[in-house]
């Protein structure tokens, strides 16, 4: 078997390609634009580059076919989050080989060690944990969009080279019309607690609107940032140009009416985003987004091909939370769907194992946990204590 780096077009050929035909027969993987995945390795595009370095490999069997793909980065602030310098391994793809499986291992965590990395996690993303974050291991259903799918062997693979567990990540499904059409009602108590506070004073709501973006963006930065700092000491705070970029790639498929904001006297506390499920559509373009493909993707918008939503983020101001502030935007986004007769049903992701307040909020809405994903953590200098996040948090409020 041959290593190679990726840097002729050919190679890049070769990496966009493999899943291609790894998945060929799979019916629940839905192949990602070769463009988005392009995107994460060009630093003219991807601002982690901005604060951090990136590598990608192919690997060859004795005839020359291509059998497998990892990536390897690093970003500094990140790293610099965690108890260790921490790199991270994603877009892995293999044949069913373990030999295989550990020279890919093996290359990305040497690259990491030169660079005086002393753990590892993956599969994640270089670039925000919205998007290509965790190993799937239940849940082998066609993901949303952004949410990874892989082959149900790569989890043997992970644990027999020593990787451990950091976190799980759970997705939560809930079912918004029945088959019949008839919208299924949100829990009472939920919509007892919204009625109640949106008789209180001061308190307003509106849903995002493309020409005051800059205003929401704003809006979501602090909201976010606030709650997150609060919440993980270690968390890499959300930055403004990520999210421009983000709402700017997301363009055609926004529904305005499916995000909302909540504010306490004209200051932002709440936000919550959701996005329709453009993997329903992208599942029949092989990757490309070419002249053809474009005008079919107007055609499945108009025609509401998109019958899933994905919530992607959301946040509570700490001041505000236990407010019953969740349950008011989810009323907000009820009224929304009674209007839009084509949803039916709604994917809540991601939440980790040591959030147990979104856990309970998803759990009162009536959400059912779907999928579970792995986010894994392999340490490179054997001498380190492995920890989970959950204990790591634990540790941390000890200390205070």
Known sequence: MQILEVAKIQDRKEFIDLPKRLYRDDPCWVCPLNSAVESVFDPAVNHTFKHGEAIRWILKDEDGSTIGRIAAFIDSVRSAANNQPTGGIGYFEVIDSRDAAFLLFDTAKLWLKDRNIEAMDGPINFGENDNNWGLL??????????????MRYYMDFFEAYGFKAYFEQYSYHRTIREDNNKIVQFPERIMKIASWLAKRPGYTFSHFEKRNKEKYVKDIVEIYNSTWSVFKEDFTPLETAFLYE???????IIDEELIWFAYHNDRPISFFILLPDVNQILIHFDGKMNLWNKIRFVYFMLTHKMTRMRA???GVHPS???SGV??????????????KPWFIELE???VGDYNPKMIAIYEALGASRAKTHITFRY???DKLTFRTYKEEMNERKNLK
């Open 137 to 150: 291991v239940e849940g082998f259903m066609q993901q949303g969009f952004g949410m990874p799918y892989n």
């Open 246 to 252: 983000s709402f700017e790639k997301s363009k055609p």
């Open 312 to 314: 992607i983020a959301g």
């Open 320 to 322: 505000y939370q236990n």
């Open 326 to 339: 969740e349950s008011a935007i989810f009323l907000h986004l009820y009224n929304m769907f009674l209007k």
């Open 348 to 350: 809540l992701s991601w």
């Open 379 to 381: 340490l490179i200098n």
